[in-house]
């Protein structure tokens, strides 16, 4: 490591405690792909406080910052990322019942979506089990309007509190948080989110429980879970299903490297053991080509790619 980064880690460790600062941290240990080269420096926020610290650290010495959540929609360049990595790993949880059938959850953003499920369910709260096999944090889910089943993150969002660069925090309604299909406010990255209020219903924990094991035994049975990836790669289309389109034009199976398209959901493109985020690249470019060649559709990423 040089000197410069060396200075970086001493000035850092007066804002953030010193285990939570790594050098040349590993990527690929922190994203669902497996996939990614070093982190300049990584570091972990459990602490609101830390975070204003850090922007203000990060303005103040024009340093590049980059957030991220559980990794589990990102790809992440095989030359790893210049500058300042933070993961959000703020997880508080508190649950409020407002009358006989509603209850408001309160929670950080590095809360995990399967964790608050078995927290939900352990309280007979309903609503969210068509969300429950997602993997990611509520950061993340509500970034993306992320959903499942015919639910997405938006139906049950009260509001969404986000701090600016600036350090200056705000609170959006849901309205205000511009959800559209894998999309909202927060997906141009001029914000960061800190903690989201939910609005749920009482339900019966049986019946909970059987419609939890309803959607995962889907997603087991579905979806390439037995292999790393960042979920499903590519979005719907707005008058077509993005996989039946991969399926129908041969490419289930294909491979460039260690990337595959998977045989069991040609929306997802797996990492047989060792791809390299060139392979996913290549692979997604060839997918892309091959279907606007066969169906003069143009078809979107959903994950996102991080250098």
């Given amino acids: 490591m ?11 460790e007066n804002i953030i405690p010193k285990e939570n600062i790594k050098q040349e941290e590993i990527m690929k240990n922190h994203t669902s792909f497996k996939i990614g080269g070093l ?19 990060c303005k103040e010495n024009n340093e590049k910052l980059t957030i991220i959540g559980n990794g589990t929609n990102l790809l992440i360049s095989d030359e790893g990322i210049r500058g300042i990595v933070a993961k959000i790993e703020m997880k508080e949880i508190k649950i409020s019942q407002i009358n006989d059938e509603n209850y ?43 959903g499942a089943h015919g639910k997405e993150i938006k139906d049950i969002v009260l509001d969404v509190t986000a701090i600016d660069y600036e350090g200056n925090i705000h609170t959006f309604t ?10 909202s406010k927060f997906s141009e990255s001029k914000y960061i989110i800190l903690e989201a209020r939910l609005l749920l219903k009482k339900g019966n924990i049986i019946e909970i429980k ?12 579905k979806q390439p879970i037995e292999y790393p990836s960042a979920g499903s790669t590519f979005k719907r289309g707005e008058d077509f299903i ?45 997918v892309k080509e091959e279907v606007y060649k066969k169906f003069k559709k143009n078809i979107e990423l959903e994950i996102k790619y991080i250098f």
């Fill in 104 to 146: 408001e959850i309160k929670l950080d953003s590095g809360v995990v979506l399967g964790f608050l499920a078995q927290k939900l369910l352990k309280e007979e709260i309903q609503g969210f089990e068509e969300l429950s096999g997602i993997p990611g944090t509520i950061g993340g889910a509500i970034v993306m309007n992320a």
């Fill in 174 to 183: 849901n309205e205000q948080c511009e959800f559209s299909y894998r999309h």
């Fill in 210 to 221: 059987e419609k939890m094991n309803e959607y995962a035994k889907y997603r087991r049975e």
């Fill in 39 to 57: 982190a300049e420096i990584f570091i972990k926020i459990t602490k609101l406080e830390e975070l204003k610290n850090l922007l203000k650290y």
């Fill in 2 to 12: 040089n000197n410069l980064s060396i200075d970086k880690i001493k000035n850092l």
């Fill in 242 to 286: 993005t996989a039946k389109l991969i399926d129908e034009a041969g490419l289930k199976g294909y491979s460039i490297g260690g990337a595959k398209v998977s045989e069991k959901h040609a929306g997802f493109i797996i990492n047989t053991g060792n791809a390299t985020s060139k392979d996913i690249l290549d692979l997604v470019k060839y």
